[in-house]
């Protein structure tokens, strides 16, 4: 892959050119990365609305057909929505391609136009699961968190200790892989993709179940082990040895940060409240609480922890104050304009060529894979069972739950494949583990709240019900919706 | 200031990890454009909200305020949100420089950073600018538009032809400019900023008002007209003739896309709203709706008009839908988001250092530019006069609405300037004329509109009184005072 990183870099400096050329390069190519992105939009909102309808009518979570949706526009079949990664420079990207015979896009302008709007649209997915997260953070309760805390923590540690243990063993074991790969691959096990989980939960409205709760806090603390088994593993990949000092590092940052944001943020929230009560301007209340979002999620990047973390304990600290009504409602049009852009973004990105069994080099991949998703599975179903003090508890749910590896995994295997430690069919079979994991979750956390539903009062029947009228009804009616949930604050 | 860089560069790379260089490039400079991002947007929604309260408290209009406040933290004076124009390689913006700073960011990824940053910040205010003209599409009466078609049409034409000729003819008469340069200030003279006007009608609930709807259509007009004659002074200014064809094209492509797009609209809207009605998954109004307003503005920009001309479209036709409530609340939260950034930019990037007479090479430019904002304010005021059959209209309002040039100005400058037509002088005169006018034009529009008011029976005392309580409700609630309007539709 080295090979082409050099063209990528041959055209970096081409970014600080004289003054006039700059101006009509700008000139030229500025309305064309604005024709470029609202392309790309208008195809991502068309692929999460017709996946998202589908999976609806057969009755499967909305967000997995969005992530298949994407993948059917991605780079695994129509290459309409493609990403500079890999060294592709868009000569392989229908839209680019469309967009050079419709906008007389000149070769001069190409690579940098490609370049912008991949930018462009990376950033907005970006945003998306950041206000994402700050909806779930919204829509979730810090006591109530605070309270499964215990269990949360317990969940997302054997979440992490579990399948990393079989995993890596496994592979040395049964596929004889050497130690290094087999620890990388073992920690590719390990991450949650909170997104996901918590999309289903909120689709489903057991968002502020007990279960929902644990859920998100085990994945919260599961994005933050994830973080630091990666920076492990991307050290040891790297030179053999783990940088003590750089893990030390993002623990303490990681623990510093989670509970300083929090314990600071309810110290502030009711000043900012004050503040948009004084303010007379539109938008008073949905700015200030984004300032407070991107600002916790700028904190967070730059200490190298994820943004997300930081949009969430943002969302968490302003469930508590008397904006958090408004606030949510006000936030609704914004992520739904906003979230899908994410999950269309990652299908896309994801190549599901290396689940073609027909071709030979996938093979040993896939038998790979085989194992890895049973570890995936098992390690993570387990969790269930570390939930202690909560009689009646939808243990399966949780462990169900904690299933899904998405983006995070993804991370894992382009770290791998870039440091170059696994093996071509090794690095396929994290990505199968991903894909499958993160498809098939969705699907299978439905069931297994829905089994517990038809338990209790709340019959299916009024389920599909409620769920035709959350369709029916205009967004904004949506958390009246989430409020009348019995188990709702 | 240039100087700061090199200690931070020489003590950034003990961070940078050796690996693959394009995944150093990419793993690093992916979050870190996040980062800056993130970093750029509470800029410009502090800056916005500062501004826009300040003005509010001292009965100016916001939008005002966000432009100066632009101007505060943009290239003019704290330099923290500055973009590539001029060849600036972010060695100067304060944001980088914190950035690098806060989020070791390494001197390989820094010109990358910058201009991803820059990129996908001036596309957020490009989406932005669209969501405005789409929201007041929404607002607007197409039938209303229709009916003051004519009107529209002789006051944008009279509003372009009278500074067109007063400006030119000074400049040869008073300053003698040789010809070209002054038929391209003449032409700079021409543009009305359909935006700020348009923004300033609806915080004072004006928009429906048919002097609202005169100006919104004449602004239109005129924004096509700006266009072709931009077109024109760009090819005269290039190689001293005009390409008539061209000319021809973009007369032609425009009035088939204006007239065509809001007949094929009218047409399919309906399809549009079974198709929603018929859609079970969060969002489906909204995302159908931009979909739809976005290929309307990509066809727009690449057949070389704006963008914001096929939102506008697409609004309209939206308008006359039974969605249309509903829609025009789901988008005030987005456009609430996405507007301010679009203000914020503009001042940013204006440099008001031309305005300082204490630097000598200014005050040629200074001269001029009191000539030209003499005939940039008549020539438009002169467009109330223009209006036929309207018994006791406001021409006087309508002949201030068309004043501010804003960012349309900016861009006739900048081409200008990159062509090289313009001396030193003439162009600092041009950004003067169009800096005065886009800043007085908003206060002068409410004093005009207010006097009206206290003629009516509508007593400023209860504008005020409203203007309260719209800070106070949140922005959901604004469409029903502006439906309470007497003159709403």
Not at 154 to 181: E, H, K, R, S, Y
Request: with cysteine; glycine share 8%.
């Amino acid at each position: 892959m080295t090979w082409v990183t050099d063209p990528v870099l041959a055209f970096i400096p081409s970014f600080s050119f004289p003054a006039p050329l700059l101006a009509t390069a700008e000139a030229e190519s500025g309305p064309l990365v604005l024709a470029g992105v609202l392309l790309s939009l208008v195809i991502v909102y068309l692929a999460s609305k017709v996946g998202g309808e589908i999976c609806a009518r057969i009755d499967l979570p909305p967000v997995l057909g969005e992530l298949v949706a994407g993948v059917v526009v991605g780079v695994s079949v129509m290459h309409l929505l493609i990403f500079p990664e890999g060294g592709e420079d868009g000569s392989h990207s229908l839209l680019m391609l469309f967009l050079q015979s419709t906008a007389n896009l000149s070769p001069v302008a190409f690579p940098q136009v490609f370049q912008a709007q991949s930018e462009v649209i990376s950033t907005l997915s970006e945003i998306g699961v950041i206000i994402l997260l700050f909806e779930i953070g919204l829509e979730s309760d810090l006591k109530e968190l605070l309270r499964v805390g215990m269990q949360a923590t317990l969940v997302a540690v054997v979440g992490v200790v579990t399948p990393f243990v079989l995993g890596t063993a496994g592979l040395m074991v049964i596929f004889d892989v050497p130690a290094v790969p087999a620890i990388f691959a073992g920690a590719a096990l390990t991450a949650t993709s909170i997104g996901i989980t918590a999309k289903v939960l909120a689709e489903i409205q057991r968002l502020s179940s007990k279960e929902g709760q644990i859920i998100i806090g085990a994945a919260v603390m599961d994005d933050v082990l994830g973080i630091i088994i990666l920076a492990v593993v991307a050290s040891l990949a790297r030179d053999g040895k783990v940088e003590v000092g750089n893990v030390i590092y993002l623990i303490v940052s990681a623990a510093v940060f989670l509970i300083g944001s929090i314990w600071v943020g309810r110290l502030i929230s009711p000043l900012l409240v004050d503040l948009i009560n004084n303010m007379k301007t539109r938008g008073q209340l949905l700015l200030t609480a984004l300032m407070f979002a991107f600002t916790l999620s700028y904190i967070a990047t730059v200490i190298q922890l994820e943004a997300i973390l930081g949009a969430f304990a943002a969302g968490l600290i302003l469930a508590e104050t008397e904006k958090q009504r408004d606030l949510e409602e006000q936030v609704i049009p914004i992520a739904d304009m906003l979230v899908p852009i994410f999950f269309v973004v990652v299908g896309a990105r994801t190549d599901v060529g290396v689940l073609n069994p027909l071709v030979p080099e996938n093979r040993e991949g896939l038998i790979m894979a085989a194992f890895l998703i049973v570890v995936a599975f098992v390690g993570k179903v387990v969790t269930g069972l570390a939930v202690f003090g909560q009689p009646g508890i939808n243990r399966l749910a949780i462990g169900v739950g904690m299933v899904p590896r998405g983006e995070v995994g993804l991370v894992f295997a382009a770290v791998g494949s870039s440091s170059g430690v696994l093996s071509k069919s090794l690095e396929a079979a994290i990505i199968v583990m991903v894909i499958l994991t993160t498809f098939l979750a969705p699907p299978l956390l439905r069931v297994v709240f829905s089994r517990e539903l038809s338990g209790t009062s709340e019959a299916p029947a009024l389920q599909d019900a409620r769920t035709e009228a959350v369709s029916l009804v205009p967004p904004s009616d949506l958390v009246e919706l989430e409020q009348a949930e019995p188990e709702a604050k």
